[in-house]
């Protein structure tokens, strides 16, 4: 008798293939030629234009979205929940974390708005390897 589909499985390879994916397409998007500068000299990557790469990232990031749900409320809500409830009745253990997660990421988003560094130099960086294409 044939074994029934193992939805736990199935879920964690996409999110693997969804992240590793993602990775690799937002690496390249980094380093790819600025829009007109990829059409026009019909710029490619494992024979993906810069379109090709852009619809890529967006639809795996729509995958690894619904698998992310999936994963968390229909295969482990059970799981979520006793973990939710758990970690409610004996307060949060590590506020001290929490904080310095928020903060840093606060941080990351601020400093990226503000174009102040070392964000600044990352942005520069991408910018300086896309506008080499063009040359």
Not at 2 to 12: D, I, N
Not at 22 to 32: A, E, P, Q, W
Not at 40 to 55: A, F, K, Q, S
Not at 64 to 78: A, E, G, V
């Amino acid at each position: 008798m044939k074994k029934a589909v193992s939805w736990r499985v199935f879920t964690s390879f996409g999110l693997f293939i969804a992240f590793v994916m993602m990775l690799v397409s937002g690496l390249i998007l980094y380093i790819s030629p600025h829009g007109r500068v990829a059409n026009w000299t019909d710029w490619r990557v494992i024979g993906l234009t810069r379109r090709g790469w852009l619809n890529q990232h967006t639809l795996f990031g729509f995958a690894f979205f619904i698998l992310s749900f999936f994963h968390l409320f229909i295969i482990n809500w059970k799981a979520f929940l006793c973990y939710l409830k758990s970690k409610s009745g004996e307060g949060l253990k590590y506020p001290g974390e929490l904080l310095a997660v928020v903060i840093l990421a606060l941080f990351f988003g601020i400093g990226t708005y503000l174009n102040i560094q070392p964000f600044s130099t990352v942005i520069k960086f991408g910018n300086a390897i896309s506008d080499s294409w063009g040359r």
